[in-house]
């Protein structure tokens, strides 16, 4: 049996990295370092949506692929490689994907076309906390036109940029999902600097009406929740792999030809010995990462393996960042040199995923239970 991925799945990846290394280099990226201009590249963003790569997992009829959330999670992890400045986990991920699997179908009709074809542009204002929880409750107020919204979101990726936003508001029948036109009367923007410059921000929301046309569900949204924060943190895994892989292949090739004593250091046994570490850290996360994406691609139970390539992820981003600056030395630090922006983007999707000894606690704790056995 061939456990590799299908040709469709290779020749989407080689699509997006095609595309990514033509379009993205360490002097594009400079250019965003430090909050210099905003970090989202709208040329590679509209060169992606001529690939039609951010339709990837939609379905035909709303102008995507119709493919699946493994041929996404293949072209996340490219994104990784790349550290490409495009909003593709909070467009693909965190809004096209729940709005396909929840919205209505008018609701659906109206917006994931245009979203694919990338006139509108999407995010979602929940990515973290415990299942069931929206992260910032918002206060909603039940209306004959809609809801009344008011309470404040914090940190929404490229919140700005878009031109809705779904997000979590509870009131006193329950949590509703909803998609907020950022345009509206009472919607306010707050600026939130990040340590990897990602455009993020706080929406503040006073009295703010959304018609009852943008509602997605007006109760039961904690299960959109649970079902999006596991397909956002299975995403993220891919990109931590993909920015992990780049890092431990740069650090190979200075190794190999980085010279003391008239050697390459990569011949010494220690370097030897931590660059075999990574590899080992990478592929570990590899599999577990996409032993993830494929029970989610399938619709099957996948909170173990969720949970496990969440505590993977978090583990060898913290030591592999580590280990390649270790072995470059001086220059893992220099910021004429690329390294060091992988390092702060494993480090922040480390912090970003959550302390991996408290998940290792909490999986232990549902194995001992027997709520975490493998089918």
């Known amino acids: ?26 002097a594009t990226l400079a250019r965003y370092d430090e909050y210099q201009q905003e970090r989202f590249d709208r040329d590679l963003w509209r060169t992606l949506l001529g690939a039609g790569l951010p339709g990837v997992a939609i379905a035909e009829r709303h102008g995507g692929m119709g493919l699946g959330f493994t041929e996404l999670g293949l072209f996340i992890e490219e994104l990784g490689r790349s550290l490409a400045p495009v909003p593709v986990l909070t467009h693909c991920v965190a809004a096209m994907l ?51 919204l008011r309470g404040c979101c914090e940190g929404v990726p490229f919140a700005l940029q878009a031109d809705k936003v779904l997000l979590a508001a509870r009131h006193a029948d329950g949590t509703a999902i909803v998609l907020l036109d950022t345009a509206a009367e009472g919607v306010g923007m707050s600026p939130m600097q ?15 009406l959304v018609p009852a046309a943008d509602i997605v569900c007006h109760e039961g949204g904690e ?13 993220l895994c891919a990109q931590q792999l993909g920015a992990a892989d780049y890092a431990m292949r740069m650090a190979a090739s200075y190794t190999s030809e980085r010279e003391q004593f008239g050697v390459p250091i ?24 996409y032993q993830a994406i494929s029970m989610l691609n399938e619709g099957g139970d996948a909170t173990t393996e969720v949970q496990i ?30 390294l060091w ?3 702060l983007w494993l480090r922040y999707n480390e912090m970003t995923l959550g302390n991996s000894s408290a998940h290792s606690a909490d999986l232990g704790s549902r194995l001992a239970a027997g709520q975490a056995l493998f089918n």
């Open 1 to 26: 049996m061939d456990f590799g991925f299908s040709d469709v799945q290779v020749q989407v990846q080689t699509l997006a990295r095609k595309i990514l290394d033509d379009k993205v280099s360490p």
């Open 341 to 343: 922006r992988y390092c």
């Open 309 to 338: 390539a969440k505590i993977w992820a978090g583990d060898v981003g913290h030591r592999v960042s580590y280990a390649c600056q270790h072995v470059h030395g001086g220059t893992g630090i220099d910021r004429d040199y690329p």
């Open 266 to 289: 990569a011949t010494f046994q220690a370097v030897g010995h931590r660059m075999a570490d990574c590899y080992i850290d990478v592929e570990c996360l590899r599999l577990c990462a």
């Open 194 to 208: 990040v340590t990897h410059f990602e455009p993020h921000y706080r929406v503040e929301l006073q009295d703010v």
């Open 98 to 148: 729940p709005l396909q699997q929840f919205a209505p179908a008018a609701l659906q009709e109206r917006v994931l076309p245009a979203a694919a074809r990338g006139d509108v542009l999407l995010t979602g204002a929940f990515w973290w906390g415990q299942p069931g929880v929206p992260d910032d409750p918002v206060d909603a107020t039940l209306e004959a036109g809609g809801l009344r």
């Open 223 to 235: 299960a959109l929740l649970d079902w999006t924060r596991e397909r956002c943190i299975a995403a």
